[in-house]
């Protein structure tokens, strides 16, 4: 076994140097390759949850094909504070104006409950002439005021009030949720909008580097006549600084779009 291995060796000094880089060079190769494959495959999969998370956020069907026509570029408007986008969430999310007409329903409920069996204050007037002759007459007053006053009503309006305020204090809860809610997801679209739109920047610097490295290893190749490894691993990574300028759009508009989303804003996007 060890003899046959030791003869398959190259012989000569010229055979191992021609034999061996030549073979670790493919190994290298195949193994790059593969991990290209896989970087693949991941993209893949970014590409279609993004594609999910876009059209639950615009509210269409999830059969229809969605098909992005519009360039692939860098957002170019700067990420805005965090005050202004809490402002512009609160007056547009629509599960928040949702929750307010419930409140305001729940208000109305209570005063009409208070309202509806209070004390009811009349008044009746009448007026009229009084005298013993037809030609000397004096005017009169007769005024009355009626007071009801509902005693025997079982407590019903007592209970009907203490529903309302309990389904009141229920409804100011859930906006409080919602609130929340709200604040938790523009918070965090704010922090990914401003990682991505870094990492997109850090993609552009890896590219510039990558294209001198490339050039670096030509020169190199050319004068020296090096072994190829070297201008393969810069190709290499000249063609993984390219996926992540495509990966940092990508994350960049997924992230520009989720933030349009938390503010409410999905139907204004250009």
Known sequence: MWSSIKNS??????GRAAGWPRGFDAATLETQL?????????????VERTKLILINALGINFDLKLVLTDELKAPEEPVPTQ??????ALAKRPEMKAQEQRIQVSRLT?????????????HKEITGSSG?????RSRTYNVGVTLSIPIFDGGQREGRIGESRSQLLQEEIKMNLVTRQITMELREALVTLTSAKEQLRIAKDGLKAAVTQV???????RLLSSNSLELSNALFSLVRARDNII???????????NLARAMGQVEELR
């Open 110 to 122: 209570l005063s009409s409950d208070q309202g509806n069996g209070c004390r009811h204050c009349r």
């Open 132 to 136: 013993t002759r037809l030609t000397v």
């Open 34 to 46: 593969e991990n290209e494959r896989q970087r693949l495959e991941l993209a893949k999969s970014d």
């Open 247 to 257: 990966d940092g759009l990508f994350r960049a508009n997924a992230s520009r779009v």
């Open 215 to 221: 050039q670096l290893a030509r020169e190199r190749f």
């Open 83 to 88: 005050e202004y986008a809490m402002d512009v």
């Open 9 to 14: 060796w190259p012989s000569s000094k010229a």
